[in-house]
């Protein structure tokens, strides 16, 4: 027997290992093949993301933006490979997406019992799966369709199956996933099918920030087969800044002592992400994987925070003021900031997020607010803050400026601003702040037009600035909201 026939039969037999007894077709299935997920021994039910889904749990596809492409590969001696290409699109809490994984082997020579040539013969298995799924606020929810092809040596099996999955998280950071695995049957011309490896996955999962540009991302599975006993699967990911390094452990009492473990690690160059992953297969050797992820148009979704709040909204309601905005899509809470006096830096109100769109506040003795919003996501990131609004009881409020840019002219940045024409007793006043939400100072003296150049002497450093308008009146100075918030770093 060949090299490549003894690796054949170790890789298919560590798949078996995985699902317990080795009944069920479509053992290629069932090895881990993306390089993330797999240096974290495949625990990605409930952390799952983006094209992740047509492997682990279609609800992760729903949690896209915009088009993702990713390829995957697992190199044995002999030319034996298990690849996988994905590719896949979202926006606004929908996404899809399709993959192709090839397992093969070289062509090897059939012989008689005399030692005659008599032909040649090679594994060629294909699963082309295709999938979408959708998130409304906690709740992911999935579905992929799947078709495959197997053959060895003449003999060759098809079938269709599907995959659904769900997904939620219901606090911040926490995440739940389960999902029912090659739900159909195979087919074969000449002899008994196998069955599929209808598999059940449940998982716990927890990612958020550790703070200095750490985060952890941790991840454990129970998955039970339809012909094993269940195994436990666990994995860890630490991020900071760029770099990712991942391990991971599974174990099953049908293994015996043959338990898995992995290794991983992961490197992020601007929109690229490039993934390696080595694990034992149960007492059978070592592989090594290796993934490349591009996302165009838009970051990947773990890296993208929700919208800001819009529609913010404030009514008197006795000694009350209750704030009303547009909900935010899968958004899991807001937070409500509140400026207290002109130049005072954005305070939170309240110790955790609001779980609805709306907002009651005591004005007590407060004759002055500033007022904003921000969404917060299941993993805990929070988006800027939407347009801030005032609240000046009794007094003329002017409106606030908008569509605050910078255009560069000449390598000199002219910073503009849109606001409505037809009132001379207006002026505006530019602010700089250090940090996003203030506390803000003056740039110079108040203007009477929409835009103003600013000096290198103002932006040494990142800064944020903003713009507000102030209206002349009998009853003295009145402020506007301030502007939107824009980010400003030195020439380069």
């Known amino acids: 027997m060949k090299a490549w026939a003894l690796l054949a039969g170790g890789l298919l037999a560590a798949a078996a290992l995985r699902a317990g007894t080795g009944t069920s077709g479509e053992a290629f299935l069932l090895i881990p093949l993306m390089a993330r997920p797999a240096g974290m021994a495949g625990a990605d039910t409930a952390l799952a993301s983006g094209v992740e889904g047509l492997e682990y749990n279609p609800a992760a596809l729903g949690g896209q933006d915009r088009w993702t492409l990713s390829a995957d590969q697992i190199s044995y001696a002999q030319g034996i490979n298990l690849e996988d290409v994905a590719g896949g699109w979202g926006r606004a809490g929908y996404g899809c997406g399709l993959s192709v994984i090839s397992f093969s082997t070289p062509q090897i020579a059939e012989t008689s019992q005399s030692g005659a040539q008599i ?45 659904l999955g769900l997904q939620c998280a219901p606090w911040d950071g926490v995440r739940l996933g389960l999902a029912l695995q090659h739900l159909g049957t195979l087919s074969a011309a000449s002899q008994q099918a196998d069955p599929t490896p209808l598999t059940l996955r449940g998982g716990l999962g927890w990612q958020g920030s550790l703070g200095k540009g750490l985060w952890l991302a941790a991840d454990s ?147 002055d607010l500033g007022l904003a919003v921000s969404a917060v996501d299941a993993d805990g990131r929070e988006s800027p ?44 006043q530019v602010l700089v702040a250090g940090q996003s939400g203030g506390p803000y100072t003056p740039v110079g003296k108040p203007l009477a037009g929409t835009e103003v150049f600013i000096g290198e002497a103002t932006v040494r450093q990142e800064v944020y600035l903003a713009v507000k308008a102030r209206l002349q009146s009998a009853a003295g100075p009145q402020d506007s909201a301030l502007s939107n918030e824009i980010k400003v770093e030195p020439l380069r």
Request: proline share 6%.
């Open 385 to 428: 803050l939407g347009d801030e609004m005032r609240s000046l009881p009794g007094t003329r409020q002017p409106e606030a400026p908008t569509n605050l840019r910078v255009i560069l002219v000449q390598r000199r940045r002219k910073l503009a601003w849109d606001y409505p024409k037809g009132d001379g007793s207006v002026r505006f």
């Open 119 to 163: 032909g040649t013969f090679g594994m060629q298995d294909i699963a082309v799966t295709g999938g979408g799924g959708g998130t409304w606020g906690p709740w992911s929810a999935g579905l992929n369709a799947r078709v495959v092809s197997l053959s060895l040596a003449g003999y060759s099996e098809h079938g269709v199956e599907t995959d």
């Open 221 to 367: 599975d129970l998955v039970g087969p339809n012909d094993a006993s269940p195994q436990v699967l666990a994995g860890l990911e630490l991020g900071w800044t760029l770099l990712y390094l991942r391990l991971g452990g599974a174990w099953s009492q049908d293994w015996y002592e043959r338990q898995t473990s992995t290794l991983g690690a992961g490197f992020r160059l601007g929109q690229v992400r490039v993934d390696y992953a080595y694990s034992s297969l149960a007492g059978l050797g070592a592989t090594q994987r290796i993934g490349i992820s591009w996302s165009l148009g838009g970051a990947p979704a773990a890296a993208q925070s929700p919208a800001a709040p819009r529609g913010l909204q404030a009514r008197a309601e006795g000694p009350d003021l209750v704030l009303t905005w547009d909900p935010v899509p899968g958004a899991r809470g807001y937070w409500v900031y509140v400026r207290r006096g002109p130049g005072a830096a954005l305070e939170k109100v309240g110790q955790a997020p609001l779980k609805a769109a709306h907002a009651r506040l005591k004005r007590g003795a407060l004759v």
